[in-house]
């Protein structure tokens, strides 16, 4: 359902009708509607956003999916606080945070989850493989690697769980800025997004 902030139905909303917390990252808008994009969620799906920064996944994909449940999972408290102000900000409901630690905390989230989207995490592979016990069958995980290392990591892992469907993006964003008199095309950080499905 559509908030008084960003009173559409698609998903995009800018950048900077987010609240921010300085170096608390935030996927930015052009990477977040391929995040969404990826996990495929339906109307009544579960989801756990792990690692949800400034909380632009539950905002978003909460108002895309109100009869849905969102459960955001940041371990720092000041963070979790941020996420909450950001679902008041635009009026979602269906979002539970969660603060702990991934892996350890997540056997005690409530619900398993029919989609997974795992943003960063110093311990990617124990994450990934922690989520795989609890994910429902047909299930699918969506995760970001912003280096190789992280890439190859997560890779590596969903062939160990055997996961099906595998997809690989990298996005490649530029967005039109103002520099003092001139108007330039400036990069957005590339960034690697990662699918793939337990199909039992």
Known sequence: MPSQLWPYVTPGIPDDLFERLPGIPLSKREVRLLLISSLRLEPNSVLWDIGAGTGTIPVETGLLCPQGRIVAVERDGEVASLIRRNCDRFGVGNVEVIEGS???????????????????????????????????????????????????????????????????VQSAVNRLETRGTHRTFVAVNPIFILSGEKLD
């Open 102 to 168: 991934a892996p350890e905390c997540l056997k005690d989230l409530p619900t398993p989850p029919h989609r997974v989207c795992i943003e960063g995490g110093r311990s990617m592979k124990a994450i990934l493989k922690e989520v795989w016990q609890y994910l429902q069958p047909e299930g699918r995980v969506v995760a970001t690697a912003a280096n190789l290392e992280i890439l190859y990591a997560i890779s590596e892992c969903f062939a160990e769980l055997q996961a099906r469907n595998i997809e690989v």
